[in-house]
Every structure is written in C-alpha cells, then in structure tokens.
C-alpha cells in the first residue's frame, strides 16, 4: 500500500526476480552443484540489493569487486569449517570490518555486506574446502549475470544518491559513527554467537546474522531496538507461514522455485516501506531453500525463532551498553539535513525563477524526499505505538507532519519554477528570505539562536510561487514549538 513513484520499487523487484532467476540457471545449466547454485543466487541478490552508488558507473565498479571482497571470505570461511574457536574469531572480524568499512560511503558499505554474507552463506550450506572451486564458479558466474540483467538488459538508473548514514555525527577515534557501530555490531555479533552455540551448534548462525542485520541503516538506540522489534515480528510471522507452505512442499523442486522467485519479489518490493514484511519473506525463502536442501521440519523453524530472539537480544544490550548514541542525537541530525536542504531547493527554484538557466531546484528536491524517509525512520521509535513517552511521541508525530507539508510545498515550488511561462516577481526574493531565516533559526545551536521567526501575511495575490513559499514559512516557523522547546513540556497547538 506504500506510494511507489514512478513503479521504481516495481521495477526494481521485477528486475531482481529476473536477474536471481538468471544468475542460478546459469550455475544450473554449468552442471554446478545445488550448494553452489544457492551461493550464486545470494550473491547475486546480494549485488542487486546492497549496490546503491549514485552513478551507474558506480554501480559497475562497486559490482565488479564485489569478488575482491567476497572471493577472500570464502576461502577463508570454507579453510576454518573444521576449527571452531578460529571460525568464530575469524567470522567476528569479518564483522567488525564489514561494519567499519561503511566510513567509505555506498560503496564500502555493499562490500562489508558482501564480505559478511560470503562467510555466513557457507555456514548456512556447510561448505567446505574441497567446493571452493565450484562456489567461486557459481559467485562469478552469478555476478556476471546479474551484471547483465542490471546494466543491459534492464538498466536502471539511480537519479538522487541515497542519503549518507549516519550525517551530522562527526567525530574521530571511537566517536566516528562508522567506528562505533563496528564495536557495537562486534560486540552484538560475539553475545549472538555464544548463546547462539549454545542453543544449536549446527544453526547458530542464524543468531548472528540477525544481529549484523539489524545494524544496517540504523544511527541510533531507538532505531535498533525497534528494528530488532520488527525483524522478530516478520519472522514469527514467516515461520508461521513457512509450517503453511514450506513444510508440506517437501522440496520440491517446481512449485518451490516458484515460491523462491515470490519470495525474492517480496523481498525488493517490500524492504523500503516494510521492515517487518521484507523478514517475512526472508523467513519464508530460507523455509523453502532448507526443504530443497531436504533438512526442513517443523522443530527446525522454531530454532531459527529462537536464534532472531538471540540476536536481537545481543543487539539491544550492545547500544545500550557499547557506546551508545541517543535517539534524540540521530533525530536531530537528520531533521537539520532535511531542513537545509528545503533552503537550498527554495534558493535554487528562485534562481531559476530570475532567469538562471544552470538553476536546478529537481535534484534538491528529490534529495528531500529521501531524507524525509530517513527522518521517519529516526522518529519511528518515539511514535512506535508501544512508546510509553506520550509527549515525546506528540511531538515526533507534529514534526513528521510539518516536515510532509514543507515537502508538498517544495514539490509545488519545484513544479512552478519549471515553467517556462512562469515570471520572477520582487516579492519572492523577500518571501525566499525568510524562509532560510526561518531554516536558520532551526538549525543554528540553541545557545546562538534568537526568538522564532513570525510568519508573514500570506499574499494577497494568487501567484502560485508565493502561495508556496508562504505555506512553507508557515510550516517551518510552526516546527520552532517541536523542536525548540522543552520535550517534557505540553505541546502547544499550532494552527
């Protein structure tokens, strides 16, 4: 039921369906083992999930190595299968590096994934030495055709780079966020892993992945808690359904294939809007792949239960013990970017309103958008319908919705500056004016900051460029009360 402007997230989940497809019947049709086929098809999803670099030219080189990241990791994965103190050690600094590595933006950030998931995937399949040729067959091969499916067959481009996580944290040393989350996800990972062995020595990586997952995209406490939340409620539901559906298939091969290529659809279609929904087909594929892998039973599905909660658990007690950033931190990073970036659309659309042809308010504009999804997501635990902090959820909840209508109102801007028709009046240069004293106001440090901003009389003449640009000065002098005041105190109500 989430806006999907433009099909993109259609499209994107068709085009996975098709690359995964092809990528495991390449390894089929090579005669590749079914071990090698599933680990050619992950890395492929892989590819086409985790490689957001703004470019499409980014995009291939950050595709092409992935092998240099993953090759090494299976290698040494598949070499410790045996030692198990070393395994774990090893599978520890995987983690730890695969997290760090995200400080190098996009680009660092798929390759740790990638690492991770090559060293978790042969714990899953239980490779061993002896595979490695025929799994680095199955990787590049799979690479290759998803690689086609992305850039020629089906090219897609991403137009607005998704926005760095987490901004506005800067530090050194353990107070660079990339740094701390690395110590953090360690250490969820290390807790994971023992209690993990200790329920199942043969599926305890289950527990693990659960806590490196939670982790990704996430800048705060609050984030990864209700992440945490919201991946055992999608996998709950997922076993329930994998009883329903996996369970009676028994492996076979058709309607499970089939299943597998839903399952993969739901996945993309759903991983923006839903957390819970993408681990409910998550839950659900892993069911189908264990009955092709003629393990699967009904006891096996409640020990993977069993391990989410593990993992979730060590992922919980790590930001709240290792280095912990507060929700309110990440919050505010994320609402300031998203204000100076309605200032920079509004600057923008007012160049290109005086005549300035290189003016271009879209890709600011679009950038918005993006960062008001980042700022739902920070805000998601304090409006979370368990949150016990009633102020503070009424507070979230009015900024969430201010911040909508400066996004309709940059949007409304953005439409008018692009007609050409469109005539720069001697108002908009004031009405411009206060808009970005009205942002600087938010933005600059409490202890520097002034009074509010009062709102200007609306125009009196219907120009469709000031009708904006007063309905977004209302809005950012309304979002002084949320974001300036007290958060304990009674929230007054603006009009």
Not at 79 to 91: E, K, M, N, S, V
Not at 253 to 275: E, H, K, M, W
Not at 404 to 409: F, K, N, P
Request: hydrophobic fraction near 55%.
């Amino acid at each position: 039921m989430a806006p999907d402007p433009g099909r993109q997230r259609l499209r994107n989940s068709l085009r996975a369906v098709v690359g995964i497809g092809l990528a495991v019947a390449v390894s089929e049709l090579c005669g590749l083992s079914l071990t090698a086929s599933i680990t050619g098809g992950l890395a492929a999803l892989l590819t086409l999930f985790t490689v957001l670099d703004p470019s499409v030219r980014a995009q291939r080189v950050t595709s092409a190595l992935l092998p240099v990241a993953g090759f090494p990791v299976l290698a040494l994965a598949t070499a410790l299968h045996g030692t198990p103190q070393a395994r774990d050690a090893a599978f520890l600094a995987v983690v730890f590096a695969g997290v760090y590595a995200r400080r190098w933006g996009p680009r660092g950030h798929a390759l740790g994934i990638f690492g991770f998931m090559m060293f978790f995937v042969t714990q899953f399949l239980h490779a061993v030495p002896a595979q490695l040729p025929e799994l680095y067959a199955a990787v590049g091969l799979s690479l290759l055709a998803a690689g086609a499916v992305r850039f020629v067959l089906w090219p897609i481009e991403r137009r607005t780079p998704p926005p760095a996580a987490p901004p506005g944290l800067p530090g050194t040393g353990l107070a660079r966020p990339t740094t701390r989350q690395a110590f953090q996800a360690t250490a969820a990972c290390a807790f994971a892993l023992g209690i993990g062995q200790a329920l199942s020595e043969d599926r305890w990586y289950w527990a693990v992945g659960t806590a490196w997952w939670i982790f990704v995209n996430t800048a705060s406490r609050g984030e990864t808690l209700v992440r945490g939340f919201r991946r055992v409620l999608g996998t709950v539901v997922g076993i329930a359904a994998g009883l329903l559906i996996a369970v009676p298939l028994h492996g076979a091969p058709a309607p499970t294939a089939a299943l597998v290529a839903v399952c993969v659809f739901g996945i993309f279609y759903t991983a923006a809007p839903s957390y819970s929904w993408m681990m409910f087909f998550v839950t659900v594929m892993a069911g189908l792949l264990y009955g092709l892998l003629g393990v699967l039973h009904p006891g096996l599905l409640l020990l993977r239960f069993e391990e989410t909660a593990v993992g979730a658990l060590g992922a919980a007690l790590a930001v709240a013990l290792v280095l912990p950033v507060t929700t309110h931190a990440a919050n505010d990073a994320w609402i300031q970017r998203a204000l100076h970036c309605v200032r920079a659309s509004t600057a923008a659309a007012l160049d290109r309103l005086a005549g300035d042809p290189d003016a271009d308010p879209g890709p600011h504009a679009a950038e918005l958008e993006l960062l008001l999804g980042r700022v739902r997501m920070a805000l998601a635990p304090l409006v979370h319908p368990l949150s016990p902090l009633r102020a503070r959820k009424a507070r979230a909840r009015q900024v969430l919705g201010l911040l909508d209508d400066c996004a309709r109102e940059v949007r409304g801007l953005v439409a008018v500056a692009a007609d050409p028709q469109a005539s720069h009046d001697a108002r908009l240069a004031a009405a411009c004016w206060r808009v970005e004293a009205a942002v600087e106001a938010l933005t600059t440090p409490r202890a520097m900051a002034g009074h509010a901003v009062a709102v200007h009389p609306g125009p009196t003449a219907a120009e469709p460029a000031l009708v904006h640009l007063h309905g977004l000065e209302h809005a950012l002098v309304a979002l002084h009360g949320p974001l300036r005041t007290d958060p304990r105190a009674p929230l007054a109500i603006t009009a």
